[in-house]
Structures are given as structure tokens and as C-alpha cells.
């Protein structure tokens, strides 16, 4: 098999009432780069319990990536939040887009109650920090459809046999500047995402740095 070159970045569609969704656009804006010498695939996803999950696994047929970041909206949040851990659980606090809004359920029935991600979070948090841009590491990626794709994409790496060769994890980012308080400039988010992307593609694992540094 050809050594893979390509990193799929997802974002959603606007939700909850917001015009627009800065993961989407961040999403957009990152298709077709370069970074670390890897094409950037960048794709939107629906804000939907129905369809977001089986939208990601055929992107990720299609192009066979090394790495797989989805992105998500988490108003309130003052930076790059960079998610440690995924739950099996959905458990809506608004509906989604088609109107579904599911309470207590599992991601997967019968899988594993949490899967950690498997992107350097610590190394990536700190370069990005490094470039003044605020960040963080996170332990919550909520019960919504973000961690709904954040969990299923890890069970897929974990059980699939295309998942291997692949690593993946999931960033929220805060409102764009013009959306709510506090935000930050889409630039600056761009700025941020493509620096994490490249020491992603370039280190394989977190050295033991002690967590409380990085918040």
C-alpha cells in the first residue's frame, strides 16, 4: 500500500441558532494546503446525530488519511481547545439539525466507555501557545454530535482494519471574532490549526509533560 499523504480536517455546518460555524469555515479555508509536506482535505459534516459519523467514515474511505482532525464550535471557550478524551454517550441538550435530540444513549452499544485520542495533544497545545495563540488541553468534549464523531471515529481506528496507519482527535475552537465573547480572529485560528497539524504529522507521541502547564 502507498505511504499516505493526505490529513482529513472536518468541521460542521451551523447550528443552534448561530449564523455560522467557524469550524466550518475553518475547515474550508484549510482545504487544499500543504502542511508538512501533506495535502489537506478539508470537508464540512451535518449537525446531525444521523449523519455526521457516516459522512466522516466515507470521507475517510475515499482519501485514506494519516491523520483525521474534526473540528467543532464551542462558544465560550477562550482558545483552541485540544480534546483528550472522547465518551460513549450522546446526550443532546438541543436538538440537532434534523431535529433529533437523543438522551442518555451510546455511541456504539457495547463499546469501550471512553477512547483517548491519539494525536500528540500536549506537544501540539504548547506549539501553538508558542505562536501566542491561546490553547488549551481539555478533558470534556461534551455529549453532542461533536463527541458523537470524536468517539466513533476512535472505535473505528481502534476495530477497523482501514483505521491502521491512521491517528485522529478532535479540537474545538472558539467563536470567531463577531460571533459572541471571547473570541478569536479567524486568522489567528487558522494560524493555530496549521501549526498543530504540523506537529502532528511530526511527532508521534506527548513526551510526559505534566498537564497543569498547558492550561
Keep these: 500500500m502507498a505511504q499516505r499523504s493526505t490529513v482529513l480536517v472536518t468541521g460542521f455546518d451551523a447550528f443552534g441558532g448561530d449564523p455560522s460555524n467557524p469550524s466550518e469555515t475553518l475547515a474550508r479555508r484549510l482545504n487544499g494546503r500543504q502542511v508538512a509536506g501533506h495535502r489537506v482535505v478539508g470537508a464540512v459534516l451535518p449537525t446531525r446525530f444521523d449523519r455526521a459519523l457516516t459522512t466522516l467514515l466515507a470521507r475517510m474511505a475515499r482519501h485514506r488519511p494519516v491523520l483525521v482532525v474534526g473540528l467543532g464550535l464551542a462558544g465560550g471557550r477562550t482558545g483552541l481547545s485540544f480534546e483528550r478524551v472522547a465518551i460513549n454517550l450522546c446526550d443532546a441538550r438541543i436538538a440537532d439539525n434534523g431535529g433529533a435530540q437523543p438522551i442518555d444513549l451510546p455511541v456504539v452499544a457495547g463499546g469501550p466507555a471512553a477512547y483517548f485520542s491519539t494525536l500528540p495533544v500536549k506537544s501540539m497545545c504548547q506549539a501553538v501557545q508558542a505562536e501566542g495563540i491561546a ?12 463527541n458523537q464523531v470524536f468517539y466513533g471515529l476512535m472505535h473505528h481506528l481502534a476495530t477497523e482494519v482501514d483505521g491502521h496507519g491512521c491517528r485522529g482527535g478532535f479540537i474545538h475552537v472558539p467563536w470567531a471574532d463577531g460571533q459572541g465573547t471571547p473570541s478569536l480572529p479567524l486568522t489567528s485560528l487558522e494560524q493555530g490549526l496549521r501549526r498543530a497539524l504540523e506537529v502532528a504529522l511530526r511527532t508521534a507521541s506527548d513526551p510526559r509533560i505534566a498537564g497543569g502547564s498547558l492550561h
Excluded: D
Excluded at 490553547?135 to 461533536?146: D, I, K, N, R
Design 135 to 146: 490553547a488549551e488541553l481539555s478533558t470534556t468534549a461534551g455529549t453532542f454530535v461533536c
